[in-house]
């Protein structure tokens, strides 16, 4: 049974830093491109990052550059999210995600969800 297990979540004031993990279990995640959506109360689920296989390309909405970093250890079939300067607006449940053989990660072509780790920014 393929997971993927999200966790670092919990309760951060603004400016703060969480750093989300990823463990997937189940098969080896060798050419899956893995990364983050978040879903805040009341709106659709968003892209937040991505990064292939190799960690040779990382995608970034705009709305976390510079202040997010994704990165992946294939040997631990883990992927991490460092999350710096919170914001109130990052408040949301971050869902873990895998896509086999992408650049990028398409919410509707997407493998493998994880159920998701709550991050809530207080001011």
């Known amino acids: 049974q393929v997971q993927l297990v999200e966790s670092g979540g919990g309760l951060v004031q603004a400016g703060g830093s969480l750093r989300l993990s990823c463990a997937a279990s189940?098969?080896?995640?060798?050419?899956?491109?893995m990364g983050w959506f978040r879903q805040a109360p009341g709106k659709e689920r968003e892209f937040v990052t991505a990064?292939?296989?190799?960690?040779?390309?990382?995608h970034y909405a705009d709305s976390v550059k510079g202040r997010f970093t994704i990165s992946r250890d294939n040997a631990k079939n883990s992927v991490y999210l460092q999350m710096n300067s919170l914001k109130l607006e990052d408040t949301a449940v971050y869902y873990c995600?895998?896509?086999?053989?992408?650049?990028?990660?398409?919410?509707?072509?997407?493998?493998?969800w994880g159920q998701g780790t709550q991050v809530t920014v207080s001011s």
């Open positions: 995600a895998a896509e086999y053989n992408s650049n990028f990660l398409d919410p509707s072509r997407v493998d493998y």
């Open positions: 189940g098969r080896t995640f060798s050419w899956y491109t």
């Open positions: 990064i292939t296989w190799g960690g040779g390309n990382t």
